[in-house]
């Protein structure tokens, strides 16, 4: 075979490769847009109101708090609660110690991500089926912090008590989906903590088993042997399938740690699916990876978003302090609460506002 030929067939052999490549990429790019444009659910524009660290009045506020969502149910009314701070003169004064002004307010909440602004996210984590919103059954609040390469994160126990924002009354904090969707249940988060929220993301538990399976399972290392739903977890590392992983990461009521032991069971999963997801070998399943999520995910990232995302903040994703929510639980009205004092709230609150504002 004459060397010029050879060198022609090596040639088309390359311009081929990079053609199917190009055309393979530009699929991908395609199917990640259309399903970026799937997943996208922009949150209703809310005025900011700096929240009342609030110290219930009385015995009759814990007899009064309401116990699950319906238009009869009773609860505590605002006007039974002060807040906890006071000024100098012994007048109670919420704003006097605000640690946010409004341009902070503004800047939290409506970050740029291309100029690496540091920001606060709400993870849900939702039990929805046809027919019923359901509840969340996880809710993660993450602040990034891009120059110092970090990331702070606490999970709130779905039986928190909250002022719902919406009615003035006590309830369980993952009954605000219940009650108003997304947009009720970050406000009922920026209520608990004052942190204003930028983005949210939504994912339906549910859409758990089709993504773990597309990812070919995860390893999860199992802290405390059990059994759920019919299916057993003993002690030590194992290899979970979308079934499996959907019932490790919902039994809370055999873990000794509650809401707090689930969580971290769940993140063992996200973790390694995340892993996963970024492997070369999972490049031929993003088709079908991205069809998964555009099913099950829900969030007010745009497309660039996650692009800054990717770009500017993965140091910080990858290095997360977490944070415990100190309560204790509570029967009121024969109803269990998980009850968190002014003083932990406002703690959570000092420790984020800090942390978004470190240089």
Not at 64 to 76: H, T
Not at 155 to 168: A, E, K, Q, Y
Not at 242 to 269: C, V, W
């Amino acid at each position: 075979m004459k060397r010029s030929l050879v060198i022609k067939i090596t040639v088309y052999s390359l311009l081929s490769l990079i053609v199917i490549g190009l055309l393979t990429g530009g699929y991908i790019w395609y199917s990640m847009n259309k399903t970026m444009d799937a997943m996208y659910e922009p949150l209703p524009s809310v005025k900011w109101v700096d929240p009342v660290f609030e110290r219930e009045l009385g015995a009759q506020s814990e007899d009064s708090a309401i116990a699950s969502p319906g238009p009869d149910s009773s609860a505590v009314d605002s006007s039974l609660v002060v807040p906890v701070a006071t000024t100098a003169g012994g007048t109670n004064d919420s704003q006097a110690l605000s640690l946010l002004n409004e341009k902070d307010v503004e800047r939290l909440r409506h970050p740029s991500l291309s100029d690496e602004d540091p920001f606060t996210i709400l993870l849900l984590g939702v039990d929805e089926r046809a027919g019923d919103r359901g509840r969340s059954d996880t809710m993660i609040l993450l602040t990034l912090q891009p120059k110092t390469q970090s990331a702070v994160a606490i999970s709130i126990p779905r039986d928190t008590r909250v002022l719902m924002p919406n009615s003035g009354k006590y309830d369980k904090i993952n009954h605000a989906y219940a009650f108003g969707g997304t947009s009720l249940s970050v406000e009922a988060v920026e209520h608990l903590f004052g942190i204003p929220i930028a983005y949210y993301m939504k994912t339906n538990m549910e859409g758990l088993v089709g993504i773990v399976d597309t990812l070919g399972g995860v390893d999860v290392n199992n802290e405390r042997a059990f059994n759920y739903e019919g299916l057993t977890f003993p002690l030590g590392e194992q290899h979970l399938g979308g079934n499996e992983a959907l019932a490790y990461s919902r039994m809370r009521k055999e873990d000794p740690h509650g809401d707090f032991g689930r969580t971290q069971r769940q993140r063992q999963i996200l973790s390694d699916a995340v892993d996963r997801v970024t492997r070369i070998s999972s490049i031929t399943k993003l088709p079908r990876l991205l069809s998964q999520l555009s099913d099950y995910v829900r969030t007010n990232l745009t497309s660039q978003n996650m692009i800054d995302l990717a770009l500017n903040y993965r140091p910080a994703i990858k290095n997360v302090e977490t944070l415990n929510l100190q309560g204790q639980g509570k029967m009121i009205n024969g109803i269990y609460y998980y009850a968190v004092t002014p003083e932990a709230r406002q703690a959570i609150q000092k420790e984020m506002v800090n942390h978004l504002n470190a240089t």
